[in-house]
């Protein structure tokens, strides 16, 4: 079980320390996704993983080996490069065994190995074209099957789909997530978008100014955010915060401007170990949902009051811009498609499903 | 419409009128170079030029051809021109790469100023340069020859390529050490295909300038290594100019710096870099 370790690895540009300590182990065979918003060195860990960024201090270990200071090409890994990087001069199949031509593999060997990772892709037929002449996701599938023919002991994607428009990125999450089961090989995969992370990795890697904020699988990172900012991030649309304070002794209660939310018995225990009372609570807009809606009659649903300002129709569901209090939020309602635009009035929240976190230093309560 | 139509048609005359102008003053010298050279002294000489109906004459061609020596000087300055592109090319391209590539304050600074460089005329430099060169005895060398155009030129080709090395996306480079390639290989085996047309454009101008500079190749060559525009000044004698000669030696001198850019300006193909990165 080696796979990529990073040890107390630090990164300074200049003054600017983008990563201050990082501690993080990838296991062999595991497809892992480091996500976060731009600049929060995400990027910067992968090319340090690559060898194209020097690390500042610590080691990086790669099937076991010491690798901190070994050049790229000492190192077993391939590259997807969001621009995809193709050489233009080179046709496809150039482009894909130019690894193994600068490694001096013989010719036969060369082109089998193109060829099954043509086949793969299903880029057969495109061998003989230029970059220039491809679609954006041919190319796309070229920069995987220059990294595929390489049969590296792990592979490194740096936002390979950001360039795609939106169909196609779904499909090639799809073949992505099956071309992982195939290789089974260790993958780390970098991306801004929340959505390709909870749909291929085994773990996420949520980052947030060069701090890992939480590790863990997507169900874990969804149901139980560790702090407000990965709970904030992940799901889609985003997790409302709303400010309130803890009251009452007997029955725990939060209290803000235009609610007064019970909690529920998993919190109020949570809460009892807390000093803090003044708190954020935390309510993802899928867990609304309208009263008198099947098995909404539980006392663990809380009446709340919403001044809904926009009600958009997407279907099977409505998003709705509203405020609670002089709060905005955003709430996915599921009523069916042929409901009537929904209007201000008192809905439901699942209050089993609501997070609290300390409102000074964003970690969460329960 | 109509009058639409009308100031369109207007415009469009207008425009090959002006092409036309300007074509004729740019043909016009060529043509009373390449028609002098086929005049005997009389028609040269007579007061009326006579423009287009002549008969031709190729003595001054058979001249040139067998009394003078046109193939050493030929010869001489196809080695100093090939040879000062080779190397004007082959170190700017390193000088450029290095400028377009490392980070350090004020490079680009460095990589504009050394068009100042450029802007000093050979003129200016005949002087220091021939007292140099006389004193360390290597007058009469076509090296140093080479030396000194491969030096003139070099400012003017490292702007050039710095420009054309900055276009080229860093992640091409990457993505060939990330496929094990070393910094050679990256240069030679992934930049220099993509770079074709800027070395293209750099050789052209680089090849002419060696081709055609009179002062220097005039003080720092002797009688076996003069280039062809030192050989053509050979025809102002005492006894006068002798214009035909000249002109016809003009029309030869103009003929492989054609030939040179018809074969280097076939690899100037816009968008080489086309497909590389994005979709």
Known sequence: MHGVKLSGVTKAFGATNVIPMMDLHFDEGEFVV????????????????????????????IGGKDVTWAPPKERDI???????????????????????????????????????????????????????????????????????????YCFLFDEPLSNLDAKLRSTMRTELAILHKRLKRTMIYVTHDQIEAMTMADRIVIMDKGIIQQVGTPRAVYNSPDNRFVAGFIGSPSMNFLEAELAGSDELRVCGKGFDIPLSPKLRAATERNSSREVAI?????????????????????????????????GSSQFLAARIGDQPITASIEVGPDSAPLESGEYLFDTNRMYLFNRKTGAAIA | MIGQAIGGRQAV???????????????MPIWVMVSTGFKNDVLVQQKEPVWFFFVPTLGNYEYIMTRGNFDVYLWNSIIVGTLSTF??????????????????RGRVLVANSTLLVRMVPPAVLAVPAFAMVVNFGLNNDLAVLT?????????????????????????????????????????????????????????????????????????????????????????????????GRIMAMGTLIVIPPLIFTFFAARQIIAGMTAGAVKG
């Open chain 2, 87 to 104: 190397f004007t090319l082959l170190f700017g391209g390193f000088c450029a790469y290095a400028l377009a590539r490392t980070e350090f």
């Open chain 2, 13 to 27: 005359i207008m425009h090959y009128a002006s092409l036309a102008v300007l074509a004729l003053i740019t043909l």
């Open chain 1, 282 to 314: 935390g309510l993802r807009p899928e867990h609304f949902s309208i009263k008198g809606a099947g098995g909404s009659q539980s006392s663990l649903f809380a009446p709340i009051n919403l001044t809904v300002d926009v009600a958009e129709y997407i």
């Open chain 2, 147 to 243: 030396f000194f155009y491969t030096a003139l030129n070099l400012p003017f080709a490292i702007w050039l390529l710095f420009g054309f090395f900055k276009q080229i996306p860093v992640e091409l480079e990457e993505a060939a050490i990330i496929d094990g390639a070393t910094p050679l290989q990256v240069y030679f085996r992934v930049l220099l295909p993509l770079m074709k047309s800027g070395y293209a454009v750099a050789g052209i101008f680089t090849f002419r300038i060696a081709w055609n500079e009179f002062i220097l190749a005039l003080l720092l060559t002797g009688r076996k290594t003069r280039t062809l525009p030192v050989g053509a000044s050979g025809f102002i004698t005492d006894t006068g100019v002798e214009w």
């Open chain 1, 78 to 152: 391939a590259m997807v490069f969001q621009s995809y990087a193709l050489y233009p001069h080179m046709n496809v199949a150039g482009n894909m065994s130019f690894a193994l031509r600068l490694a001096g593999r013989p010719k036969d060997e060369v082109a089998n190995r193109v060829r099954k990772a043509a086949e793969l892709l299903e880029l057969t037929e495109y061998l003989d074209r230029r970059p220039r002449d491809l679609s954006g996701g041919q190319r796309q599938r070229v920069a995987m099957g220059r990294a595929i023919v390489r049969d590296a």
């Open chain 1, 34 to 61: 480091i996500v976060g918003p731009s600049g929060c060195g995400k990027s910067t860990t992968l090319r340090m993983i690559a060898g194209l960024e020097p690390v500042s201090g610590g080691q990086i270990f």
